[in-house]
T-cell receptor, first 113, second 109 residues
Framework: GAVVSQHPSWVICKSGTSVKIECRSL??????MFWYRQFPKQSLMLMAT?????????EQGVEKDKFLINHASLTLSTLTVTSAHPEDSSFYIC?????????FGPGTRLTVL | DAKTTQPPSMDCAEGRAANLPCNHS???????VYWYRQIHSQGPQYIIH???NNETNEMASLIITEDRKSSTLILPHATLRDTAVYYC??????????FGTGTRLQVFP
């Protein structure tokens, strides 16, 4: 199957700092990638749809100025959590579309102190 | 909201078949049934998907009823490594995936 990677796999930062998470499709090109967030013991919640060469589409309730998404190439999308606070601590997961199927990255665990 | 209903949890003995049901009574004609699983602290893993015909791959089989209102994922010989949360999702392949709460499958020795 198609492979999606994320970097870093985990990050710890101080409150008020910004954190960038990368999502790469390793063996295919993806015009569309998705970003999800998962809190402990909960299901995945879609945050935004990232489209190569255009602006991301955010789900209701997700602050676009706080969660900056850039899809600069057909194999890379980045999510930047700006001015992170403890309530942003979560498991962030990306996915990329290959054909009619989404393939997910391994996730990035963000802890904000 | 998720368009599917799944039992919250199931148990299965190692080596036996695990049959995971999913109800999707409001599925539209152009929507596929997708199955993913998530092992603790990992990203979801794609398993299988189908439109109306039954499907089989190296991981599992997907049985979709003729009216398409429900489906069953079959893991033919469950192993301890199949312990995970299994998500059934309906989506037309241009749509975002909306995850429900899934079924927590526990495979025991």
């Amino acid at each position: 199957g198609a492979v999606v990677s994320q970097h870093p796999s985990w990050v710890i930062c101080k409150s008020g700092t910004s954190v960038k998470i990368e999502c790469r499709s390793l063996d295919f090109q993806a015009t569309t990638m998705f970003w999800y967030r998962q809190f402990p013991k909960q299901s995945l919640m879609l945050m935004a749809t990232s489209n190569e060469g255009s602006k991301a589409t955010y789900e209701q309730g997700v602050e676009k100025d706080k969660f900056l998404i850039n899809h600069a190439s057909l194999t890379l999308s980045t999510l930047t959590v700006t001015s992170a606070h403890p309530e942003d601590s979560s498991f962030y997961i990306c996915s990329a579309e290959a054909g009619d199927t989404q393939y997910f990255g391994p996730g990035t665990r963000l802890t904000v102190l | 909201d998720a368009k599917t209903t799944q039992p919250p949890s199931m148990d299965c003995a190692e080596g036996r078949a695990a049959n995971l049901p999913c109800n999707h009574s409001t599925i539209s004609g152009n929507e596929y049934v997708y199955w993913y699983r998530q092992i603790h602290s990992q990203g979801p893993q794609y398993i299988i998907h189908g439109l109306k015909n039954n499907e089989t791959n190296e991981m599992a089989s997907l049985i979709i009823t003729e009216d398409r209102k429900s489906s069953t994922l079959i893991l033919p010989h469950a192993t301890l490594r199949d312990t995970a949360v299994y998500y059934c999702i309906v989506s037309n392949n241009t749509d975002k995936l909306i995850f429900g709460t899934g079924t927590r499958l526990q495979v025991f020795p």
